[in-house]
């Protein structure tokens, strides 16, 4: 008996709709990771673009429990001499919600071509509008929320 490998070509790939509104950040990017990689299919390879695309709306209202909101900070660098940024979450909840979330989700993608490529497969927005009607994304259903 040989085992079973799926094609590219195999591969059927739908859309979902997910309302991040009341939702934990880190259930949220950890469920939305595991269908953009395609680990809720029967039919996973490690190896191979399996996923599924997801829409996220609502990203303004997604929840930061605990004091992360005041607590956590995102940091980068300009690339200039002394360019070291400090930005905390709660500027960045208000200014760019959407931007929080897909980094939330891409750090639990893999860190490599294929990780760079499943990143494309994610679309974030603040409010409740999002412009994929014509893709009939089906509504995703956060575990663990209620």
Same mark, same amino acid.
């Given at each position: ?10 591969v059927s790939t739908k859309w979902w709709v ?9 259930? =949220?990017?950890?469920?939305?990771a595991m269908v953009i990689r395609g680990k ?28 992360? =909101? ?24 208000k200014e760019k919600s959407d931007f929080v ?12 071509? =294929? ?15 999002? %412009? ?5 994304? %089906? ?8």
């Amino acid at each position: 008996m040989k085992t079973f490998m799926p094609k590219q070509a195999d591969v059927s790939t739908k859309w979902w709709v997910v309302d991040a509104t009341d939702v934990p950040l880190g259930r =949220l990017a950890s469920q939305v990771a595991m269908v953009i990689r395609g680990k809720n299919k029967p039919t996973y390879t490690p190896h191979a673009d399996m996923g599924d695309y997801v829409i996220v709306i609502n990203c303004d209202k997604v929840l930061l429990t605990g004091n992360k =909101l005041n607590q956590k900070v995102y940091r980068y660098h300009t690339m200039y001499p002394g360019g070291d940024k400090e930005v905390k979450y709660s500027k960045l909840m208000k200014e760019k919600s959407d931007f929080v979330v897909a980094k939330a989700i891409k750090g639990m993608l893999p860190k490599n071509t =294929l990780g760079r490529k499943l990143c494309k497969k994610l679309r974030t927005y603040k409010g409740a509008e999002h %412009e994929h009607q014509a893709q009939n994304p %089906e509504v995703l259903k956060i575990k663990g929320v209620r």
